[in-house]
């Protein structure tokens, strides 16, 4: 066993980068996220599965919550809202007539939002990284 405590530093240093630390998804560092997949749904209809990009939404998104802002690679919104509990934070707003929810689970970095008016909706899954 204290063979094996000698080379904890050692193993560490070549654990990749992507584990998340405690602290990464808390709300105190930018992150940037990319969604992955995406559901249109319209009431009365299939909902259709595909690409975010497919849907209108962007391939990445830069959060800072501290500053409560959403930057997309053609807009900026702003959080109206933010609500933390013991697993997850909750950012919620408006955009151009289009309420939208982001839920980030702060143990995995994982995100999934939506997007929705009169019209139908969009549910968006994906997952982030501090930047």
């Known amino acids: ?15 990749p980068e ?14 940037i996220c990319a969604p992955v997949e995406a559901m249109n749904c319209v ?9 975010p ?10 959060i800072d919550i501290a500053k409560k802002t959403i930057d997309g690679p053609h807009r900026s919104t702003k ?15 408006t955009e151009l007539n289009i309420a939208w929810t982001l839920a980030l689970n702060t143990a995995e970095g994982t995100i999934a939002g939506t997007l929705a008016n009169r019209d139908g909706s969009v549910a968006l899954f994906g997952s982030c990284t501090p930047l």
């Open 1 to 15: 066993m204290k063979n094996f405590v000698r080379f904890i530093p050692f193993l560490i240093a070549f654990l």
């Open 18 to 31: 992507s584990i998340a630390i405690a602290g990464d998804f808390d709300g105190s560092k930018k992150l």
């Open 43 to 51: 009431s009365g209809e299939p909902c259709a599965s595909g690409r």
């Open 53 to 62: 990009i497919d849907f209108g939404a962007p391939s990445f998104l830069r």
């Open 79 to 93: 959080i109206q809202i933010v609500e933390k509990s013991e697993n997850q934070i909750l950012l919620l707003g």
